[in-house]
């Protein structure tokens, strides 16, 4: 059972940064793809960033330039590094890992901008 655990939401002002971590445990095979997700106050889930296979990455429009997703060697930790923080990027940040047809969710870390 593969289990996802993020951390470092918070509260921050417009400009800020916030680095968010999430740690992969329980796996018996390696991860292909690993990244983050967002669902702000009443929109949809959309994808932020994601590493895939040979270390592409992978970036919404709206970040490109502010943000950065990294992952260790193993891939079992991936992070995503927000610098100049918008209040529109407020919402509960998910942690993904996929491989082949599986599917991995972190339980959800809320990361909120004031403005």
């Known amino acids: 059972q593969v289990q996802l655990v993020e951390s470092g939401g918070g509260l921050v002002q417009a400009g800020g940064s916030l680095r968010l971590s999430c740690a992969a445990s329980?796996?018996?095979?390696?991860?292909?793809?690993l990244g983050w997700y967002r669902q702000g106050p009443g929109k949809r889930r959309e994808l932020v960033a994601r590493?895939?296979?040979?270390?592409?990455?992978n970036y919404a429009d709206s970040v490109k330039g502010r943000f950065t997703i990294s992952t260790d060697n193993a891939k079992t930790a991936v992070y995503l590094q927000m610098n100049d923080l918008k209040p529109d990027d407020t919402g509960v940040y998910y942690c993904?890992?996929?491989?082949?047809?599986?599917?991995?969710w972190g339980q959800g870390t809320q990361v909120t901008v004031s403005s």
């Open positions: 993904n890992g996929k491989n082949g047809l599986a599917n991995y």
């Open positions: 329980g796996i018996i095979v390696r991860l292909d793809v």
């Open positions: 590493v895939i296979t040979g270390n592409t990455t």
